[in-house]
């Protein structure tokens, strides 16, 4: 009841100079445990370049590390979930995590709950905070959406740190990103930035393009830069292999024939 009074409600009918007030009266309530998790942008960005990457399996994960370790701290026989997706992937995350005696349900509109709203306010003024770190960093207030001004500043920001420090800051993987960099004549230079140019993760990467809306186009330049890898990784091994005769020359080829597959 003290929470409806102060004004908390669903985080989105929020503005955001009372976000940080009302999340300071939620975690000083008595009795209360709160818990979050998230990941910075390049953790983000590492993540959602992985071969069957899905934002709703990731959500579901932090959503059962902080109910986990809420629980620990304080135990209760049930909970409410705002339903983000009609499979129980939370609840599966909370089995695996060895999560017992407890049972989570979901629905939609679930802030319409007093706990829920509050639940939404704490996750609202993690992104504040954060965001207003990022900014810092940029030493600009960071623009958020899909709009011309997002655009614009991704721009300056490869103008003026590379194109690989826009991971730093943005989604690598949705069409935005794309667009800026490609407008930029820096397609290269991001994929030279993938983990230090690791192979590996360049595969990683050119799948996750194939589901983000990016152009096929994007996708197929970096498995031929991939491709381009493997045959200079190749040739490296094949002059590396005549010091130990022809049987160690064929494993190498065999090898990078299955890495190529």
């Not at 009841?1 to 009372?18: F, M």
């Not at 667009?179 to 991001?190: D, F």
């Amino acid at each position: 009841e003290a929470w409806i009074k102060a004004g908390v409600k669903d985080s989105k009918k929020i503005a955001e100079p009372q976000i940080l007030r009302l999340d300071a009266i939620i975690r000083a309530t008595k009795g209360v445990a709160v818990r979050t998790c998230f990941c910075g942008m390049p953790k983000y960005n590492e993540l959602m370049g992985k071969p069957g990457a899905n934002l709703n399996r990731l959500l579901a994960w932090q959503h059962a590390t902080a109910l986990g370790q809420a629980l620990d701290e304080r135990r209760v026989p049930w909970g409410l979930l705002d339903q983000f997706t009609e499979q129980p992937l939370v609840q599966r995350e909370l089995a695996r995590k060895g999560v017992k005696d407890f049972e989570l349900r979901m629905r939609t509109k679930a802030e319409e709950d007093p706990v829920v709203a509050a639940a939404s306010v704490v996750a609202r003024a993690e992104f504040v905070r954060q965001m207003r770190a990022l900014s810092d960093r940029l030493g600009e207030p960071l623009q958020k959406g899909a709009g011309s001004g997002v655009k614009t500043q991704a721009a300056a920001i490869i103008a003026r740190l590379g194109a690989r420090a826009l991971g730093d800051f943005a989604k690598l993987h949705f069409r935005t990103a794309y667009e800026v960099v490609s407008a930029a004549g820096k397609l290269g230079e991001a994929a030279a930035g993938i983990r230090d140019n690791k192979i590996k993760e360049k595969i990683r990467y050119s799948k996750s393009l194939l589901g983000s809306g990016a152009p096929e186009q994007y996708a197929r330049n970096f498995e031929e830069e991939i491709g381009a890898n493997i045959d200079q990784l190749r040739k490296k091994l094949d002059e590396a292999a005549g010091s130990v005769g022809q049987q160690g020359r064929d494993r190498s080829g065999d090898a990078l024939d299955k890495a190529r597959d």
